[in-house]
């Protein structure tokens, strides 16, 4: 638009992806802990928006750009007789799985034992916080929606581009703290 100094791209998707590749782990006495097979399906349904603008063009030029993504991914299925798959952590602890009906990546760990109806945590004698008994679900890491800010100035053959960037949501664990 506007002699190419306004742009729109757009990206609308529901993709599928079968067959992905994951380690199950296996009964030590067979002579191995840990098998690798083709046995999760994930679906990502998403949108992309991208505005490009040049809103300075002459022997000095500004572009930037606007990008907005938001990309929602669920385990669809895993292999069968398995319910979930820890993907990444530490032995069946804290970490992150593949759950059918979750949120690729879902973190799942002891949840702090809190008051009822309220945030309070409950301290032991120790004076460390109480933990529920299992496995939970405690985060998602998977963001709301990421935004971009790229820009680009040029002048006489020279360009300096940075980029700002906001991630709305998505939880982490320090495996590093941990």
Same mark, same amino acid.
């Given at each position: 638009? @506007? ?8 990206? @609308? ?5 079968? /067959?992905?590749?994951?380690? @199950?782990?296996? /009964? ?10 083709? +046995?999760?399906?994930?679906?990502? #349904? ?21 990008? $907005?993504?938001?990309?929602? *991914?669920?385990?669809? #299925?895993?292999?069968? &007789?398995? /319910?979930?798959?820890?993907?990444? %952590?530490?032995?069946?602890? @804290?970490?992150? $799985?593949?759950?059918? %009906?979750?949120?690729? &990546?879902?973190?799942? +760990? ?5 008051? #009822?109806?309220?945030? #309070? ?7 460390? $916080?109480?933990?529920?008994? &299992?496995?939970?679900?405690? *985060? ?20 300096? +581009? ?5 991630? /709305? +949501? *998505? ?8």
């Amino acid at each position: 638009f @506007l002699n190419n100094r306004v742009g729109v791209d757009l990206s @609308l998707y529901q993709k599928t992806s079968s /067959d992905l590749i994951i380690d @199950l782990n296996l /009964d030590p006495a067979t002579g191995f802990t840990n098998t690798t097979v083709n +046995g999760a399906t994930v679906v990502n #349904e998403g949108v992309e928006l991208g505005l490009d603008f040049t809103p300075i063009r002459g022997k000095f030029q500004w572009d930037f750009t606007l990008n $907005y993504t938001k990309n929602v *991914g669920t385990v669809d #299925e895993i292999t069968g &007789g398995v /319910d979930q798959i820890q993907i990444a %952590g530490f032995g069946g602890s @804290l970490g992150n $799985y593949a759950i059918p %009906g979750q949120p690729y &990546g879902i973190i799942q +760990g002891s949840r702090f034992v809190r008051a #009822e109806g309220t945030d #309070e945590l409950f301290v032991n004698a120790q004076g460390s $916080y109480v933990t529920d008994a &299992g496995l939970q679900i405690i *985060g998602n890491p998977q963001p709301n929606y990421t935004a971009n800010w790229i820009n680009n100035f040029s002048y006489k053959g020279l360009s300096f +581009g940075f980029q700002w960037q906001y991630i /709305d +949501g *998505g939880d982490i664990y320090s495996s590093t703290v941990q």
